[in-house]
Nanobody, 115 residues
Framework: QVQLVESGGGLVQPGGSLRLSCAASGNIFSINVMGWYRQAPGKQRELAATITRMGNTNLADSVKGRFTISRDRAMKTVYLQMNSLKPEDTAVYYC?????????WGQGTQVTVSS
């Protein structure tokens, strides 16, 4: 079992920055991959970025050059640094952990980009 708690969302103006955090607890030593997904109103949930225990990262084309995903060594916390935010980045951002092929999700944190 893995529990995930996201934080750091909020309201920001276009061009601004936010840093999301995802704190993992429970069987963190079995986590292989963690990632951030987002879901805008009326749209399907989509990948934003993932990071493996080895530190390999994958970012969606829509966020490349603006978002950075990182983690601490123990895989207890994963961060999503979001710069140059756009209104289309507005969504609920969810943290996900993959353990032996099983997905664990956090409750999500709202990010709103608006002037």
């Amino acid at each position: 079992q893995v529990q995930l708690v996201e934080s750091g969302g909020g309201l920001v103006q276009p061009g601004g920055s936010l840093r999301l955090s995802c704190a993992a607890s429970g069987n963190i030593f079995s986590i292989n991959v963690m990632g951030w997904y987002r879901q805008a109103p009326g749209k399907q949930r989509e990948l934003a970025a993932t990071i493996t225990r080895m530190g390999n990262t994958n970012l969606a084309d829509s966020v490349k050059g603006r978002f950075t995903i990182s983690r601490d060594r123990a895989m207890k916390t994963v961060y999503l640094q979001m710069n140059s935010l756009k209104p289309e980045d507005t969504a609920v951002y969810y943290c996900k952990a993959i353990v032996a092929g099983y997905d664990y999700w956090g409750q999500g944190t709202q990010v709103t980009v608006s002037s």
